[in-house]
């Protein structure tokens, strides 16, 4: 099975920082790979998929790059509602696996 | 507009069979490609995919849970029914069903989450 991990676990930010979260797969995925936001309570929402390609209605602030085994999840100018968990996961073979997840609180 | 809602008990006790149900509207499973999985998250940590059925009534299930689980289908009832058996306090978490996008294994809709407690 293919392992994710994320870096770092969690990062404190401040309205208008621009935060960088990186998920790395333990073998090659191409480009398989989506990332989700989940705030306390609520279930998880896709972000982006593809490793770049953004879901319909989310901000043009969030990015997605990457290939193979290394990928970043970007916001650039983070806003009050960005305050949450970020997941990653790898949507190449199967079982589905997510990465462990980043909080980004506030500073 | 797709939907999908969680039903089950909240507390269960240890050795008991667990019996979820994943309620959606929106789209059918008996449509060519659709997909509908239970993932589970135990309090604070991570994401798990647990099992999925495909509009064809294939079945996938998670290597390490694959002897407790069953996965089925109610496709008149827009129904997907998730059982697992011998619950242990471990098993406690927020159990999610999700759609899966067409052509890809990404989760593009989700239930809102149902918490089950295992306890004496």
Known sequence: ???????????????????????????????????????????????????????????????????GTDFTLTISSLQPEDFATYYCQQASSFPPAFGPGTKVDIK | QVTLKESGPALVKPTQTLTLTCTFSGFSLSTSGMRVNWIRQPPGKALEWLARIDWDDDKFYSTSLKTRLTISKDTSKNQVVLTMTNMDPVDTATYYCARMIVGATIFDYWGQGTLVTVSS
């Open chain 1, 1 to 67: 099975d293919i392992q994710m991990t994320q870096s770092p676990s969690s990062v404190s930010a401040s309205v208008g920082d621009r935060v960088t979260i990186t998920c790395r797969a333990s073998q090659g995925i191409s480009t398989w790979l989506a990332w989700y936001q989940q705030k306390p309570g609520k279930a998880p929402k896709l972000l982006i998929y593809a490793a770049s390609s953004l879901q319909s209605g989310v901000p043009s602030r969030f990015s997605g790059s990457g290939s």
